[in-house]
């Protein structure tokens, strides 16, 4: 089955009965496209096949987690569907959501579905229910306007074909989540996603905290950035990490470099298609990349407030933005409340 998975928490709970009268679940192959990319896969193999990684995967030296999923493109030829749908079901119920379990997930006991699903379940649980009351500190939505792409003129999202021209759909969704168990107490998540943004691009960038004492420096700030690990998504997957070095020459400047390790170069070939690894794991009736039922539900129980605050009618419209940028203004300060700044991927 391809998504949407319905469109609230009711209407999947409904959808999984309907299918449960006709199929066990182990017969049912949700797909999330984002499990099925060879470096959401590698997220997996980093954690848990390297020993170095782990002992820092926590609150004692992560400081925070950013997860930007951005597209240049716009609604393109789907608008009347994207209407329904906007940021939040279409990207962040599932894709972010997903990328989120796996980052914060405890290791499996094997990678195998049952497990696997097991340990993603468990974060959904731990991540702090939203407050419908206080949906405005944690959520936040924007739409694009008209604007240029490679010179061309292209319309705003209330011009595109099948959009009503009132419309208050979000082309731009950002989260702030707080995962509320031993490892991640304490830890913001970040989450972005949009359309005409700046360029492609999804990461996940874990920023680990500063060194307790800088050296090199009186300023405490020092001018050197915390230690960044960036796994990028696509498009140039790779993994990277950020380190400060010592620029050659009589002073003791200080800059951060990267130790890159890019699959285009290692492994030459593009990676495959997500589908076609997905298709294959369900012709073998391995469901480990693919989303189960408790999983779809509680992701649409965990959004639900803030589906119900943005779709209230009073719910004031969401901020524009201007195609090509990386966001509404607003979306800058709604991180800043917590003295953070986006990455510039
Ligand atoms: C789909 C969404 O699930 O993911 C689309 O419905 C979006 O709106 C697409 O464009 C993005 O996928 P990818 O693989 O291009 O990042």
């Known amino acids: 089955m391809e998504k949407p998975f319905g469109h609230d928490y009711e209407s ?30 590698n997220l997996l193999v980093l954690r848990f096949a390297n020993g170095i990684f782990e002992p820092l995967w926590n609150r004692s030296h992560v400081a925070e ?68 009351r206080k949906v405005d500190e944690v959520a936040l939505r924007g739409q694009y306007g008209p604007g240029f792409v490679g010179g061309k003129q292209v319309p705003g999202y209330r011009q595109e074909k099948g959009v009503a021209p009132d419309s208050k759909t979000e082309t731009y969704a950002a989260l702030r989540l707080t995962v509320d168990n031993w490892r991640w107490a304490g830890v913001p998540f970040y989450l972005r996603t949009g359309k005409r943004l700046a360029k492609r691009v999804s990461e996940i960038a874990i920023r680990f905290h500063r060194t307790p004492h800088m050296i090199f420096h009186r300023d405490p700030a020092g001018g050197v950035d915390p230690n960044e690990l960036v796994i990028r998504i696509q498009p140039d997957e790779g993994v990277a990490l950020t380190v400060a070095a010592k620029m050659p020459g009589p002073d003791l400047k200080l800059l951060p470099v ?52 943005w779709a209230h009618d009073g719910a004031p419209a969401p901020y524009l933005y201007e195609t090509g940028s990386w966001g509404p203004a607003e979306a800058d300060s709604f991180i800043a409340r917590d003295g953070g700044a986006w990455r510039t991927p």
């Open 12 to 41: 999947a709970r409904a959808l999984n009965s309907r299918l449960g009268e006709v199929f066990r679940e182990d017969q049912i192959y949700r797909i999330d496209h984002y499990l099925g990319k060879e470096t959401v896969q």
């Open 65 to 132: 987690i950013q997860i930007t999923v951005a597209e240049s493109i716009g609604v393109e030829t789907r608008g009347a569907y994207y209407e329904e749908a906007g940021a939040l079901r279409d990207m962040m119920q599932n894709h972010l959501l997903q990328l989120l379990c796996l980052i914060a997930l405890e290791p499996p006991v094997t990678f195998d579905a049952g497990p696997v699903h097991d340990e993603k379940n468990k974060v959904m649980r731990a991540i702090r229910p939203i407050d419908p």
């Open 258 to 309: 990267g130790l890159d390790f890019r699959y285009g170069e290692v492994f030459g070939a593009e990676p495959p298609e997500a589908y076609e690894r997905l298709l294959l794991d369900a012709v073998h009736g391995d469901s480990t990349l693919y989303a189960r039922a408790d999983w779809v539900e509680q992701a649409w129980s965990l959004l639900g407030p803030v589906l119900d605050a």
